[in-house]
């Protein structure tokens, strides 16, 4: 069974403060690792996606990077705002899936930014 | 607009009597999935469909029937619903499953509560 854990749970901090949270994934195998993030009542909308070990991805203030020998990913949100709340999911694709498009999903950090 | 429909929204029912909760897209997509998701799991994958009329089970499958008779849509069917099938359930689609780019487009979610 190919396992996903996502660090911390959850993350509260204060408006202005910068952050980063975890994905490890399993270091064999890998084809693609996903971002998205998910406010409430709305549906998941993915922020990157990851494929060569190495990567760096930058969406505003919103960055991620990527080791697949070690099997993690970092995502950073530099000077984080109340609107960044929300729960953020990353999901594993491993090579036995690449014709399948299946991901394996982490059970995500939930950030809550107090203003 | 681009997007991955799901109807109905919300649905309270009760232990054994049939639904349907219907998903569609309008973007061409060849590949759909369907996910339930349950507090402190990520989501988990319960049927999906490469093509049409090819469908393959996820991770949790059990208790669930699924069809792809046209590209656009692909209904999640509970034929007898149970109390264990409470949860928040979310239909997806990719253009293409081969490519390790694809990000998963997902509908708006449908909260399920079976009495």
Redesign the interface.
């Known amino acids: 069974i190919l396992n ?1 854990e996502q660090s911390p749970q959850s993350l509260h901090v204060q408006e202005g403060d910068s952050t980063n949270f975890t994905c490890s994934f399993p270091s064999s195998n890998f ?2 690792l ?1 971002w ?1 993030r998910w406010e409430t009542a ?5 922020l990157f ?1 990851m ?1 060569l070990n190495g990567d760096e991805k930058k969406k505003g203030r919103i960055s991620a990077t990527l080791n697949t020998k070690e099997g993690y990913s970092y995502l950073y949100i530099k000077g984080s705002q109340p609107e960044d709340s929300a729960t953020y ?1 990353c ?1 594993f ?1 491993s090579i036995g899936s ?11 950090t939930t950030l809550q930014v107090k203003p | 607009e681009a997007q991955v429909t799901q109807n109905p929204r919300y649905l309270i029912t009760v232990t054994g009597k049939k639904l349907t909760v219907t998903c569609s897209q309008n973007m061409n997509h060849e590949y759909m999935s369907w996910y339930r998701q349950d507090p402190g799991l990520g989501l988990r994958q319960i049927y999906y469909s490469m093509n049409v009329e090819v469908t393959d089970k996820g991770d949790v499958p059990e208790g669930y029937k699924v069809s792809r008779k046209e590209k656009r849509n692909f209904p999640l069917i509970l034929e007898s619903p149970s109390p264990n099938q409470t949860s928040l359930y979310f239909c997806a689609s990719t253009p293409d499953r081969g490519s390790s780019y694809n990000e998963q487009f997902f509908g708006p979610g449908t909260r399920l509560t079976v009495l």
């Open positions: 996903v084809y693609a996903h998205y709305k549906s998941p909308e993915a996606v494929t999911l999901a694709r690449s014709n399948t498009g299946k991901l394996i999903f982490g059970q995500g």
